[in-house]
């Protein structure tokens, strides 16, 4: 299966920013719906955020919207999540993913999975 490739992450204080890349190497993703998905310790993977293979549309889960952005560039067949005032509760390791179908990518139907980064903030 092919993968996307992370980057980012890390740790930060409650109140603090970070963000992540997903980048698709050699593979053209501007067909495809891009979203990341989080799995906290011991709990499942959930979704976190998605967007339409151009970018004009977003989806965000409640828990994350209004301080979570997701965004695309199709020139760098990349896509990006920035995360601010983060909480301890976004403590996971985050999924970027892509799939054809942006309503089957929200449910995790995915075509395509990152390697996950893990996302830590201290409280």
């Given at each position: 299966?092919?993968?996307?490739?992370?980057?980012?992450?890390?740790?930060?204080?409650?109140?603090?920013?970070?963000?992540?890349?997903?980048?698709?190497?050699?593979?053209?993703?501007?067909?495809?719906?891009?979203?990341?998905?989080?799995?906290?310790?011991?709990?499942?993977?959930?979704?976190?955020?998605?967007?339409?293979?151009?970018?004009?549309?977003?989806?965000?889960?409640?828990?994350?919207?209004?301080?979570?952005?997701?965004?695309?560039?199709?020139?760098?067949?990349?896509?990006?999540?920035?995360?601010?005032?983060?909480?301890?509760?976004?403590?996971?390791?985050?999924?970027?993913?892509?799939?054809?179908?942006?309503?089957?990518?929200k449910y995790g139907l995915a075509d395509?999975?990152?390697?996950?980064?893990?996302?830590?903030?201290?409280?």
């Amino acid at each position: 299966q092919a993968q996307l490739v992370e980057s980012g992450g890390g740790l930060v204080q409650a109140g603090g920013s970070l963000s992540l890349s997903c980048a698709a190497p050699g593979r053209t993703f501007s067909n495809y719906a891009m979203g990341w998905f989080r799995q906290a310790p011991g709990k499942e993977r959930d979704f976190v955020t998605a967007i339409s293979g151009s970018g004009a549309n977003t989806y965000y889960a409640d828990s994350v919207k209004g301080r979570f952005t997701n965004s695309k560039n199709n020139a760098k067949n990349t896509v990006y999540l920035q995360m601010d005032s983060l909480k301890h509760a976004d403590t996971a390791v985050y999924y970027c993913a892509a799939g054809r179908q942006l309503s089957e990518l929200k449910y995790g139907l995915a075509d395509y999975w990152g390697q996950g980064n893990r996302v830590t903030v201290s409280t």
